[in-house]
């Protein structure tokens, strides 16, 4: 059987080659030529050759469905007897892809034939004559990586002799001694970041290239304290750091852009840390590899619970008055958050921002069954980060109106709550801001935040049932308000509700369909917003659904009652629209 009868299935298998047929080639290349590393000739057994993979030609162009980038004339030819089995591969740290012209001209490709990101493609009973070869870069951007080609009668080969991998058998570039309690701390030491070895193999979670050796050796004498590794420099860094016991610490972007590995409980031993660079291969740069007991670069990062709060302290019950309870505080401060809280437990949000040590305020709370709402307010972009009576944080940056955080609360627990207000751009500044504790909602005046199920519609109340004409039912309404969903109570398990809209519903429908379906969509010029309070008191909401930029939700069981729906703007001043009721699918791009 040729090559040109194998199947890809057999070749998942086997190796086999995958026959692509005569690819389709541009006009302007020819892929032909005088071969970059010459050629070879085999009867029988191996040869190899080593050549440079990769080009600025995709291979599609050459045979078409084929994906990496090659040279216009092959890599190599390689003259063969036929008769027996022909595997071609090749072996490289990038990953590499191959394209091959057999005698009769038809092109074969492959990517990871010969497994491990290398390239193999086997061709039984191979024909005699001149086989092209063309090995290639699987991505742009990679450069043009040592390689090399093998072919064989017996099976494939990857054997790469000019594969860069870190080696923790060799000398450290530099080599330090430290013991817990150490001075000097932060220990600076000047490095090169980058290099040809893959840290890739160190790990799987360990990414970017470095030199093979380790940049510093550190031998340290474990005390109490934890071990803080981090490193600076004008690239995207990255560091690995291999235990005293085997184990493999990895990080990107621990600190900003700059990596950093944290050790809670050192080990005694010996600390191997390479220094690397993301981005291309063999690119290197200077950086300063810092070493402390305190946190990432000399600074301690850590928020202090036990610290007395900025700005008092507070003791409430459930039914508290005033609600809300106001208290002036200066937001902001020179700890990171997201570093601060990164070996705790986030329960709710993404914390943001920078804060002080201390905690801001101090709430000591008897919980009712009302849920609880803390809010900042201030003219700049605040945050929060609160840590609760469990000892989890809860998180918030822009929840309320404007770029102002809101946290709701629903079941709280009895307990203290630190409450920390942050700025989103800190730069260790601060600015006046409100901290509001409410029972209500968020913000100065949480009633008037908040949307009022028992006001009248502002455009009437509609009983419709099931049959009902015209279909659709068109209401015309003003979408938009001022109060935004995310601190208005709307609030649904399965949708997000976004966008702004008044306190009362904008229109209320009565629904007598015995659970059939219903539609409700809004069409206008503007991006709309729906949020509809249902009969069983939850809420739906949605933005985009609909055509255009405008909202739809769909009932196939409609539930039948009152259902309270507002129609918002997702931003901007209010705008006209048609509120649409239909029994039949919503409309949608």
């Given amino acids: 059987m040729t090559a040109s009868l194998k199947y890809a299935a057999s070749a998942a298998v086997l190796g086999l080659a995958l026959n692509l047929g005569l690819g389709a080639t541009a006009a302007a290349q020819s892929f032909s030529g005088d071969p970059a590393y010459g050629g070879l000739s085999l009867r029988d057994g191996s040869v190899q050759a080593a050549v440079r993979a990769g080009g600025a030609w995709s291979a599609d162009l050459l045979s078409q469905g084929c994906y990496g980038y090659i040279t216009e004339a092959p890599t190599l030819t390689l003259e ?9 591969s090749a072996g490289a740290d990038e990953d590499t892809m191959m394209v091959v012209r057999a005698p009769n001209g038809d092109l074969h490709c492959d990517d990871d034939g010969a ?46 002799p000019f594969s860069v991998s870190p080696n923790a058998s060799l000398r450290a570039d530099q080599a330090l001694r430290l013991r817990s309690g150490f001075r000097d701390d932060p220990r600076l030491i000047d490095v090169v970041a980058g290099g040809e070895a893959r840290l890739e193999e160190l790990g799987d979670m360990c990414y970017g290239y470095s030199g093979e050796a380790a940049d510093v050796a550190l031998t340290y004498r474990a005390g109490s304290l934890p071990l803080y590794i981090a490193m600076e420099s004008e690239r995207d860094g990255v560091l690995a750091v ?90 902001g401060g ?35 069954q009302a849920p609880l709402f803390i809010s900042a307010v201030s003219d700049d972009d605040t945050t929060l980060v609160v840590n609760g009576p469990d000892g989890a944080w809860m998180c918030d940056d822009d929840s309320g109106a404007g770029l102002n955080p809101v946290l709701e609360i629903n079941n709280p627990q009895s307990g203290v709550y630190d409450i920390y207000v942050g700025r989103f751009y800190g730069d260790s ?5 409100t901290l509001y504790v409410s029972e209500i909602g968020g913000g100065a005046d949480p009633i008037n935040s908040r949307v009022d199920l028992s006001l009248p519609a502002m455009y009437g109340d509609h009983d419709l049932e099931a049959g009902f004409v015209p279909d659709p039912y068109r209401i015309s309404v003003q979408a938009g308000g001022p109060l935004e969903a995310s601190s208005s109570g709307m609030s649904s398990d399965s949708d997000w509700c976004s966008g702004s809209y008044t306190a009362a519903p904008t229109a209320e429908l009565t629904w007598s369909g015995e659970t059939g379906p219903l539609s409700i969509y809004v069409e206008g010029d503007r991006d709309t917003t729906l949020a509809i309070n249902l009969p069983d008191g939850s809420w739906r909401c949605d933005d985009d659904s609909g055509p255009g930029l405008n909202p739809a939700l769909q009932f196939d069981r409609a539930l039948s009652g009152v259902y309270d729906i507002y129609v918002g703007v997702f ?19």
């Fill in 115 to 160: 497994g491990d990101l290398n390239p193999g493609l086997v061709f039984a009973k191979a024909e005699r004559g001149v086989y092209e070869l063309w090995l290639g870069t699987y991505s742009a951007g990679v450069g043009t990586p040592a390689a090399q080609i093998h072919a064989s009668t017996s099976g494939f080969d990857t054997t790469n």
């Fill in 80 to 88: 063969y007897a036929g008769g027996e089995d022909l595997y071609l």
């Fill in 429 to 433: 500044e601060t600015s006046p801001a």
């Fill in 571 to 589: 931003s901007g001043e209010p705008a006209s629209a048609q509120l649409m009721i239909s029994e039949f699918d919503a409309p949608s791009d």
């Fill in 334 to 368: 020179p700890i990171e958050a997201n570093m601060a809280v990164q070996d705790g437990v986030v329960s709710v949000g993404y914390c943001a921002g920078d804060v002080t040590r201390a905690p801001s305020f101090e709430l000591d709370f008897e919980a009712g």
């Fill in 242 to 331: 291999r235990t005293p016991s085997g184990e493999m610490l990895c990080n990107d972007d621990a600190v900003g852009l700059n990596p950093g590995v944290h050790v809670e409980n050192p080990e005694r031993g010996e600390y191997l840390i390479w220094t690397g660079l993301l981005g291309d291969r063999g690119a290197t740069a200077d950086g300063v590899l810092s070493i402390s007991e305190i946190g990432f670069q000399g600074v301690d990062r850590r928020l202090d619970l036990t610290e007395p709060a900025l700005f008092g302290s507070r003791s409430l019950r459930a039914g508290f008055v005033p609600d809300p309870m106001a208290v002036e505080v200066r937001a």
